[in-house]
């Protein structure tokens, strides 16, 4: 590959890689910046749509169990090719406690290796980034009918963290 090619080609956030940094906008149209939040676990939920069966229930189940992953101190966005106002609402409508993040033209879900077979959605994702900005857990579900399971997601954190402070 040229090096033109190769700076066409999209940063993707393998497991171990500093996270590529973006900014995206939240269901309030405020701006969240990824390299704001370092010094803190970072995890970003992709997810294909708001109000969507399967979605509802991932993020509905996130709601549910907020007070464990509160307890893990990382910070917990969703993230959709869904609009801002899609997403105030749906926010609104479940009462879910965590931001979510615009991302229309799926360039973060493509950064993080969310690509759906869907046209114009993103993968059903999992990715963890440690205090320091490193890619400590990324996992896509290859068929989106199956949502990740909290329990799963909360020692993906865990684990993200235990291996930033012993060196690993």
Known sequence: MSDVETKLQPEVALVGATAPDFTLKDGDGNE???????GRTVVLLFYPGDETPVCTRQMCSVRDNWEEYQKTGAEVVGVSTDSVESHRKFAENHSLPLRLLSD???RVAEMYNAKSWLPGRAARAVVVIDADGVVRHNKAQALSLFRPKD??????????????ASGD
């Open 32 to 38: 969240w910046r990824l390299r704001e939040r370092r």
């Open 104 to 106: 229309p033209d799926r």
């Open 151 to 164: 329990d799963e997601v909360l020692a993906a954190i865990r684990e993200a963290q235990r291996k930033a």
